[in-house]
């Protein structure tokens, strides 16, 4: 009876320990999460000539797309008051780059903190060739969270 009585012990000790690990792994499961619209007082330039706003679960600071047209294809460029980066959507591909400095809007050492250098060449090329707006936007709306360092995700929700 005694030896039963630890192996039940024992296993609703081992549940309970796996319950925790599965409910801490949700914590971070927003990035599925997001919302993306046009900017409704928005008016193009010529440097932006489209903007969205996406928006992270019920966060009340959406992030900034603008579209910027160039020569060689399509740059969003991504921008909150925390940092800033691009995908650029072209005949190459589609991928993340960093911000010129003298485009910056934020400054630089706080961008290089927020931002992922490694998840950052990871993106370089997610598609091998060009794609239409939506798409882009749906990539990027997916693959941005994983570009901000862990201790600076809740600057997205």
Do not use: C, H
């Amino acid at each position: 009876m005694k030896r039963k009585n630890r192996i039940i012990g024992f296993l609703f000790a081992a549940m309970f320990v796996v319950s925790l690990s599965v409910f801490a792994g949700e914590e971070t499961a927003f990035v599925d999460d997001y919302k993306i619209s046009s900017k409704v007082d928005f008016e193009p330039s010529k440097v932006y000539q489209k903007s969205w706003e996406i928006t992270y679960g019920e966060s009340k600071r959406p992030v900034q797309v603008f579209l910027k047209e160039t020569k060689k294809g399509e740059e969003y460029i991504i921008r909150t008051n925390y940092f800033e980066v691009k995908y650029v959507n072209s005949e190459k591909g589609f991928g993340a780059r960093s911000m010129r400095v003298s485009e910056l809007v934020v400054p630089e050492s706080l961008n290089e903190q927020v931002l992922n250098q490694d998840q950052l060449s990871r993106q370089k090329v997610i598609t091998m060739s060009q794609i239409d707006r939506q798409e882009a936007l749906d990539l990027i709306a997916g693959f941005l969270p994983e570009l901000v360092n862990d201790q600076y995700k809740n600057i997205l929700n």
